[in-house]
């Protein structure tokens, strides 16, 4: 965990609740850059490609890949493999830290791999694999409510996989265009209104409108029974 709870409460706190960028320092050259909460407007795409922040390498069972950095897998396995994956990282990096910049991995003197992040042509800084978990922890932790990084075994995970099966078996999931309507009827917020609200605030709003609904559904087949 890059991230500890110290650290999440003062993000929620200070950056979450006010849905402002969280200032990171990046040792090399002490450059600051600024991580965005995710708009609805994106969320799709931010969807589509988030995956690539959190593939659980070391369960692929290879020695070398487990020994190797997150950042070093991506820049020296995935991103080689496949353009698909360097496509999805630079779009995550767009929107999270800014589609101003240019993004290429490269290696220290060491060996070691760094991410460099360009202007105008111009190296602003390089990214250290530790900088880059934390940077992807804090973009987790921005966009979903629910993530969780703490380490689980097999067994749990697996137990936990089958539970959400077997809960959300039959059940219609609404697509964010409908949530989106569902929000907009409840809350009288406009679609350019929603549009502009980061996504974590926007699924707070859907959950407590859902929530309200249930509360009255309840209460009224209560009084009902009476």
Do not use: W
Request: net charge negative; hydrophobic share 35%.
């Amino acid at each position: 965990m890059n991230v500890d709870d110290n650290q999440l409460k003062y993000y929620e706190q200070y950056y979450f609740a006010n849905e402002t960028p969280i200032p990171f320092k990046v040792k090399d050259n002490n450059y600051i850059l600024h991580i965005r909460p995710v708009k609805v407007s994106m969320f799709p795409f931010y969807h589509d490609n988030v995956g690539i922040l959190h593939i659980d390498k070391n369960r692929i069972g290879d020695a070398k890949i487990i020994s190797m950095s997150y950042l070093q897998y991506l820049a020296e396995v995935l991103c080689r493999q496949d353009k698909e994956y360097q496509q999805a990282l630079v779009t995550i990096l767009n929107i999270s830290l800014g589609d101003e910049y240019n993004y290429t991995m490269g290696h220290f003197e060491n060996g070691k791999v760094y991410l460099g992040v360009y202007q105008n042509d111009e190296l602003l800084c390089r990214i250290t694999a530790k900088e880059f978990d934390k940077i992807s922890e804090i973009i987790l932790y921005y966009n979903d409510r629910n993530y969780d990084d703490r380490h689980i075994s097999e067994d749990m995970r697996k137990a936990m996989e089958d539970y959400y099966r077997i809960k959300f078996k039959d059940k219609y999931m609404p697509t964010l265009e409908e949530k989106k309507a569902f929000v907009s009827f409840k809350s009288g917020l406009t679609l350019k209104e929603i549009n502009d609200m980061s996504y974590r605030y926007f699924d707070i709003v859907y959950n407590h409108c859902i929530n309200v609904d249930l509360f009255f559904s309840q209460k009224i087949l209560q009084a009902s029974q009476k």
